[in-house]
């Protein structure tokens, strides 16, 4: 038993992922969404069907007395590392978005300050010129 995404367990089953999520939604199959992402728990053909109730009170999994970890938690691990790794790849997506869109506003406000620097240029010039022309008017 184990933990696999919508997709793997699809492949695996010939089942539609629409199929799956609905049965998962019904509480026909166990899973849970992480992210943007749903996972099934996947039975071994031989146990019981799990529903949401069953697989809800499983997760609390004793070692055995050889300190091996019983498939269960096997399959509760694999999912938290694959949840973990998804997170992992989330995060580094949104990290580069807010960079990129960090550097276009770098880039943005660079413009404006150039823009802002020619005004004050420019309202210099013609204040000199207004300031001559007071002067020409005055003597």
Not at 8 to 28: H, L, P
Not at 74 to 92: E, I, T, V
Request: charged content about 30%; aromatic content about 8%.
């Amino acid at each position: 038993m184990s933990w696999c995404s919508i997709r793997e367990y699809s492949e695996k089953t010939g089942q539609a992922a629409s199929t799956i999520r609905r049965n998962v939604q019904r509480g026909r199959l166990y899973g849970r969404k992480f992210g943007r992402s749903w996972y099934v728990f996947e039975e071994d053909e031989r146990s019981e069907p799990m529903t949401s109730a069953v697989a809800a009170s499983s997760f609390d999994f004793p070692e055995t007395a050889s300190g091996q970890t019983p498939s269960s938690l096997q399959g509760l691990l694999d999912f938290s590392s694959k949840a973990l790794h998804h997170y992992l790849m989330m995060h580094d997506k949104l990290m580069a978005e807010k960079d990129l869109r960090l550097k276009e506003k770098e880039n943005a406000l660079k413009q404006r300050n150039i823009e802002v620097s020619e005004l004050e240029g420019y309202v210099r010039i013609l204040e000199n010129a207004l300031t001559r022309e007071r002067e020409k008017g005055s003597r």
